[in-house]
């Protein structure tokens, strides 16, 4: 619902339409009628009686009457059906309690509440950037533009009905004598319409128009002014009314009308600056005081003379009040400082989300349906937004990333842009951002950036940006698919060497894929040591086992990873490694890796549930689709594989979890080529959260290893993604219920020698595995050829 600017000439076009129409037909039914009755009688008397005259005259006086009574009885049940049926929807639509909301659109997420149970509570209320509107109560309004606005639209509100017969009659009258004459009997036309009436037209957008219609909108129209007035008290009609009158440009309501134009609060302004707003709002083109200031002061010392005729100001106030220039600010652009709002970088995921939704499913089944036409009705709309965010979680993650001790700031000095070489050179600094799913698929908590949030729906790093994975995508198709397939269980043995690829001049690399160390064991390696240990070479392996392009289609079709490239992608380097042609966001990778936390299932991601008008009507719901993407066994296997990452000797980000004893936790780190990118995927029982870190313009952080590293460096960081983890995880899940992963009856525990990945015998080196239930195993023969202590 849009607002309009409040008018006060409806009832005049309407009295033109009426009086056309009656000129136009004979009055209705009555000449024929008498023609009718009199006419037999004629050829057979030629003398007529005077009585006989007089009777014919009664007969087809009464004959009149009749008809006009019927005429009469018919078309004021045909009125009275046409209100009762155009104002079924009054009592909601004009509730001027919740006219506030109507117009906005509030963001509400669960909480639970002191007896356990889940209840919506508001999250955040949205500002339009572009609608400039803000409620104030009536008695912060100044009594100045009460009495302006009320001198000269309608000096009789506290008084009438809702409705002023006189003034409808008056202008009635007015308007036919301009038709007959030219001009008006005042010298000018009459405002028919009361405060109520302008109130109405401002709350339903109805226009008028011409015609029957016209005239049945105004008797509407009439209809509802009074229940109106029956309903509300004059002080709730006034208040409504001055915050929904429309002013110049988006400028709606009194408050944001001083604001704009006098740079202060509706309590504050002078007589004169309640009578320059009043003047605004019959036209607000014609009388915009900063293109047509000297029309609007005349109106607005119109508007002064009334106030002090009708005793709301002193003679002398008023002469005070006309020799006041009008003493504008600046003007400013829409974006006024008194409506900024902060949104959370949820609220500006959940916006966008909405907006995404609106656009792609037209709930309205409007035509001309656009981004530009979704978002507005979003801002003004009086949407309510039954969100997924986790406060606990949201706040967490923002104290965290507000402090952003995890992550050093490497700053780079006069970085000039290679792809803008126009570009002056500056500092640049590192960035990061976080995100926390549940396993509902429900976006619970995200940060697009480090510091203080600057600007509403700037850059989301956390939803938005796309970056290369590097290692976190082994977790995403190659080790999943290896043990689903059955190709690998937890400690099958593969090489620890370069794969053999094309160099592309007909010879063949042996220096791919590098590990992270620089170096290869060139032995066999179990599964288990090389994912704890991030090991691309056999990784690589058994992404080449699976296939490129069977691990393609279930990253993009099982899991709905939207930003693969089908021709660039299907390959062991962007599968395996990440090194996909555009990337992931981090809540994108999160939504990948929550399989491994709900038993190989995978959920829509969403960070909303449902949207409704502010009358109830639901408009959005969302569609929330479960998948199972691997099996229950496998996953549990994997679970356990990314377990060893943060607990195990050798893990990628050992030592850096949560509380073990409150909740278990598993995850995976990623880096690209230089240090570029710095990825981490955590989960609990609870939450998956995926973290980014480092320039926005993709530059490598060289001293990353000087500030982290991965092995015992004693005095220096841990991984900061993991480190993050670990804080936010404790902070949100401190108090909370332990939740655990429970084995499933599909898999086993099992010993296997560490050096042959085997059933162990006598001299074997020992570790515990988790396999399928039925897997066929070797037994070591105890022969550890590739152990280098053998
Ligand atoms: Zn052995």
């Given at each position: 619902m849009r607002m309009r600017r409040a008018g006060s000439t409806f009832g005049r076009r309407l009295i033109i339409e009426n009086n056309k129409n009656g000129a136009q037909r004979p009055a209705q039914g009555a000449p024929r009628g008498a023609q009718g009755s009199g006419g037999p009688r004629r050829n057979k008397k030629k003398k007529m009686t005077a009585g006989r005259v007089l009777g014919a005259i009664m007969r087809f006086i009464a004959s009149c009457l009749c008809v006009c009574i019927i005429l009469g009885s018919v078309a004021a049940v045909a009125v009275s059906l046409y209100v009762v049926k155009e104002t079924q929807g009054d009592s909601d639509l004009l509730d001027l309690t919740q006219l506030e909301l109507a117009y906005t659109t509030i963001i509400y997420s669960q909480q639970i509440n002191d007896q356990g149970q889940p209840e919506w509570v508001e999250y955040q209320r949205l500002q339009s950037p572009e609608e400039n509107r803000i409620w104030k109560p009536l008695?912060?309004?100044?009594?100045?533009?009460?009495?302006?606005?009320?001198?000269?639209?309608?000096?009789?509100?506290?008084?009438?009905?809702?409705?002023?017969?006189?003034?409808?009659?008056?202008?009635?009258?007015?308007?036919?004598?301009?038709?007959?004459?030219?001009?008006?009997?005042?010298?000018?036309?009459?405002?028919?319409?009361?405060?109520?009436?302008?109130?109405?037209?401002?709350?339903?957008?109805?226009?008028?128009?011409?015609?029957?219609?016209?005239?049945?909108?105004?008797?509407k129209e009439i209809f509802r002014a009074i229940a109106l007035d029956n309903r509300f008290s004059k002080e709730e009609i006034l208040e409504a009314y001055l915050n929904t009158i429309g002013l110049t440009g988006n400028t709606a309501g009194v408050e944001a009308g001083a604001n704009q134009y006098f740079g202060k609060s509706a309590a504050d302004v002078t007589i004169a600056e309640a009578a320059s707003i009043a003047a605004i709002t019959k036209n607000p083109s014609r009388f915009n005081p900063y293109t047509n200031p000297e029309e609007h002061l005349k109106r607005r010392d119109d508007i002064i003379l009334f106030m002090q005729q009708q005793g709301y100001i002193t003679q002398a106030e008023a002469e005070a009040a006309w020799a006041t220039p009008l003493n504008l600010v600046e003007k400013t652009t829409d974006e006024n400082a008194a409506v900024q709002t902060d949104y959370s970088w949820f609220t500006d995921q959940v916006i966008s989300e909405v907006i995404d939704d609106l656009v792609a499913e037209n709930p309205l089944g409007r035509e001309?349906?656009?981004?530009?036409?979704?978002?507005?009705?979003?801002?003004?709309?009086?949407?309510?937004?039954?969100?997924?965010?986790?406060?606990?979680?949201?706040?967490?993650?923002?104290?965290?990333?507000?402090?952003?001790?995890?992550?050093?700031?490497?700053?780079i000095e006069n970085y000039d842009d290679p792809n803008n070489p126009d570009d002056t050179p500056r500092t640049i600094t590192t960035q990061a951002a976080g995100v926390v799913i549940n396993y509902k698929g429900e976006l619970c908590g995200v940060v697009g950036g480090l510091g203080q949030k600057t600007e509403n729906r700037g850059f989301n790093r956390g939803t938005e940006m796309e970056r290369q994975v590097g290692s976190t995508m082994k977790g995403v198709a190659a080790y999943p698919l290896g043990i689903d397939m059955d190709l690998i269980n937890y400690s099958s043995v593969l090489m620890d060497d370069y794969f053999p690829i094309s160099d592309g001049k007909g010879g063949t690399r042996t220096d791919w894929p590098s590990n992270w160390s620089g170096r290869y064991s060139h032995s066999m390696t179990t599964v288990y040591e090389a994912l704890k240990q991030s090991l691309n070479t056999v990784a690589v392996r058994v992404g080449d086992m699976v296939t490129p392009r069977t691990m393609f289609e279930f990253a993009r079709d099982t899991l709905g990873i939207t930003t693969l490239d089908e021709n660039s992608d299907v390959d062991l380097a962007p599968m395996v490694l990440g090194a996909t042609t555009t990337g992931l966001s981090p809540y994108e990778l999160a939504g990948a890796y929550m399989m491994y936390g709900d038993g190989g299932r995978m959920t829509s991601l969403h960070?909303?549930?449902?949207?409704?008008?502010?009358?109830?009507?639901?408009?959005?719901?969302?569609?929330?689709?479960t998948t199972q993407a691997i099996g229950e066994?496998?996953?549990?296997?994997?679970?356990?594989?990314?377990?060893?990452?943060?607990?195990?000797?050798?893990?990628?980000?050992?030592?850096?979890?949560?509380?073990?004893?409150?909740?278990?936790?598993?995850?995976?780190?990623?880096?690209?080529?230089?240090?570029?990118?710095?990825?981490?995927?955590?989960?609990?029982?609870?939450?998956?959260?995926?973290?980014?870190?480092?320039?926005?313009?993709?530059?490598?952080?060289?001293?990353?290893?000087?500030?982290?590293?991965?092995?015992?460096?004693?005095?220096?960081?841990?991984?900061?993604?993991?480190?993050?983890?670990?804080?936010?995880?404790?902070?949100?899940?401190?108090?909370?219920?332990?939740?655990?992963?429970?084995?499933?009856?599909?898999?086993?525990?099992?010993?296997?020698?560490?050096?042959?990945?085997?059933?162990?015998?006598?001299?074997?080196?020992?570790?515990?595995?988790?396999?399928?239930?039925?897997?066929?195993?070797?037994?070591?023969?105890?022969?550890?050829?590739?152990?280098?202590?053998?």
């Open positions: 008695n912060e309004i100044s009594p100045y533009i009460q009495h302006a606005f009320v001198a000269v639209e309608d000096e009789n509100f506290y008084t009438h009905p809702g409705f002023s017969f006189k003034r409808t009659v008056l202008a009635a009258i007015n308007e036919v004598f301009r038709k007959l004459t030219g001009s008006y009997l005042t010298g000018s036309q009459l405002g028919a319409s009361t405060i109520e009436q302008q109130l109405i037209k401002n709350i339903t957008g109805e226009d008028e128009s011409s015609g029957i219609e016209g005239y049945a909108r105004k008797v001309n349906w656009d981004r530009k036409a979704a978002s507005d009705y979003l801002y003004n709309g009086g949407l309510r937004i039954y969100a997924t965010v986790d406060t606990e979680v949201q706040t967490a993650l923002e104290n965290v990333w507000l402090e952003g001790k995890y992550w050093e700031s490497m700053p960070s909303y549930t449902s949207v409704r008008d502010y009358q109830g009507n639901e408009i959005l719901e969302k569609d929330i689709v066994d496998t996953a549990y296997i994997m679970n356990r594989l990314l377990h060893s990452v943060l607990f195990d000797a050798g893990g990628t980000a050992r030592g850096i979890h949560p509380d073990a004893n409150i909740m278990d936790s598993i995850g995976k780190t990623g880096t690209t080529n230089d240090n570029k990118d710095v990825w981490f995927v955590g989960l609990t029982p609870k939450y998956v959260m995926a973290t980014w870190y480092g320039y926005d313009e993709n530059e490598p952080m060289d001293d990353y290893n000087n500030y982290y590293i991965y092995k015992n460096k004693g005095s220096q960081k841990g991984h900061p993604g993991a480190s993050a983890f670990a804080e936010v995880m404790d902070t949100v899940q401190a108090d909370d219920e332990i939740v655990t992963w429970d084995m499933p009856e599909t898999v086993e525990k099992g010993a296997f020698c560490t050096i042959s990945g085997d059933i162990p015998t006598d001299g074997c080196p020992r570790g515990t595995g988790y396999y399928k239930v039925g897997v066929t195993r070797g037994v070591c023969a105890g022969i550890h050829a590739t152990d280098p202590a053998a």
